[in-house]
């Protein structure tokens, strides 16, 4: 048995270096740099498949018998086509998805299905921060009138797309007291996110509450219909160790 782990958050990591100490043989693969490399020991590929005929060649060519899907929440067109594939092949398939994020007492948030339905919870003349990355920056539309701030990990590569707009560039980790400074500096009114779940972004939800801020959090995009869901890494090793 070769288990394929896609594995681009911390819970992917853990799983794939847990199969490697339970002598399952794995492949994990990673869309390119992280700042937690995988234990030694652990064969890692990096970069994409280029499309699904690279997929199937990736799991023909290491003889993968199963795949565990640990990417982001939020990579929503891998973990289809990985569903729809290992459907169609007959592979064994997992998808690992950590709980979502739930407030606590004394945050204000607002949850919306799509980035375009920001704009109504912003009022003009606001500062909205976007802590959801820039790679779909351009489908928040509608926030004219608003200071619109975006955070990046490394420098642009051109001007910020919307008027009155600007990157701020900065590299996490990011402590509680670092996101509380950070937005009150900037003036920040509303923090828009991403419900990734775990605790790697959990500094900046506590930052908003201790400032009194408008949090608004984009929801995840559904699961692929019939994939077999579990939220932890000790699951995923048990359903491995039962194949």
């Known amino acids: 048995m070769t288990v394929l782990v896609l ?5 992917g990591r853990e799983i794939a270096a847990g199969l490697a100490t339970r002598s399952v043989s794995v492949l994990a693969s990673l869309a390119g740099r992280t700042r937690q490399p995988l234990k030694a020991g652990v064969p890692v ?58 407030p606590e007492p004394g945050d204000d948030w607002t ?20 802590a959801t990355g820039p790679q779909r920056l351009d489908a928040f539309t509608g926030l004219e009138g608003r200071r ?5 990990i490394d420098p642009a590569p051109g001007p910020f797309p919307h008027e009155n707009g600007q990157w701020v560039v900065s590299r996490p980790p990011f402590s509680i007291n670092d996101e509380t400074a950070l937005f009150a500096l900037l003036g920040v009114d509303v923090l828009a996110t991403k419900d990734s779940g775990g605790e790697d972004g ?28 579990v939220e932890t890494v000790e699951e995923a090793l048990q359903w491995a160790e039962g194949l």
């Open 111 to 130: 949850r919306i299905k799509a980035e375009a339905d920001l704009a109504a919870h912003v009022p003009r003349g606001q500062t909205v921060f976007l």
């Open 202 to 229: 959990r500094a900046k939800l506590e930052a908003a509450r201790a400032l009194g801020l408008k949090v608004v959090l984009l929801d995840r995009p559904p699961l692929p219909e019939g994939a077999r869901v």
């Open 7 to 11: 594995a681009g958050t911390r819970e």
């Open 45 to 102: 590929r990096t970069g994409g498949f280029g499309g699904e005929a690279g997929f199937r060649e990736v799991v023909a060519d290491r003889g993968i018998t199963a795949v565990i899907d640990a990417t982001h929440p939020f990579a929503q067109d891998i973990t289809e086509r990985t569903a729809r594939i290992c459907r169609e092949d007959g592979l064994p398939h997992l998808v690992v998805r950590r709980p979502g994020w739930t």
């Open 148 to 152: 619109v701030l975006c955070r990046r």
